[in-house]
């Protein structure tokens, strides 16, 4: 059974940094997608970055630049590093899984259904 744990949200000032984790258990060792989503009230859910177990990875264009995405497949724990946060940020943050290797990452952003698995979510709050 697979099971996603995340951590490391918290409140932040405008400017500020996080990293996120998301501990993985359930997964194959190597073939597996993961993914950050983000959710903030009375929006969709929108994806930040999806890596693949080989470490083939990809951003959504409004992502790139602040968000780095990882992965320690030792320790099975994906992380999202993020910096320069804005209160636009403020979201709770989901991971999510596959258990398999996706060949097309970039389509994934748009669809969180995609993935069978997902985390309970970790809040994030950016103030001005």
């Known amino acids: 059974q697979v099971h996603l744990v995340e951590s490391g949200g918290g409140s932040v000032q405008d400017g500020g940094s996080l990293t996120l984790s998301c501990t993985a258990s359930?997964?194959?060792?190597?073939?597996?997608?993961m993914a950050w989503y983000r959710q903030a009230p009375g929006k969709e859910r929108e994806g930040i970055a999806v890596?693949?177990?080989?470490?083939?990875?990809t951003y959504a264009d409004s992502m790139r630049g602040r968000f780095s995405i990882s992965q320690d497949m030792a320790k099975n724990i994906m992380y999202l590093q993020m910096n320069d946060l804005k209160p636009d940020d403020t979201a709770m943050y989901y991971c999510?899984?596959?258990?398999?290797?996706?060949?097309?990452?970039?389509?994934?952003?748009?669809?969180?259904?995609?993935?069978?698995?997902w985390g309970q979510g970790t809040q994030v709050t950016v103030s001005s």
């Open positions: 890596i693949r177990g080989d470490g083939i990875l």
């Open positions: 999510a899984a596959d258990p398999s290797w996706r060949t097309s990452l970039t389509p994934l952003l748009n669809n969180p259904s995609s993935f069978p698995y």
């Open positions: 359930g997964l194959p060792t190597n073939r597996r997608t």
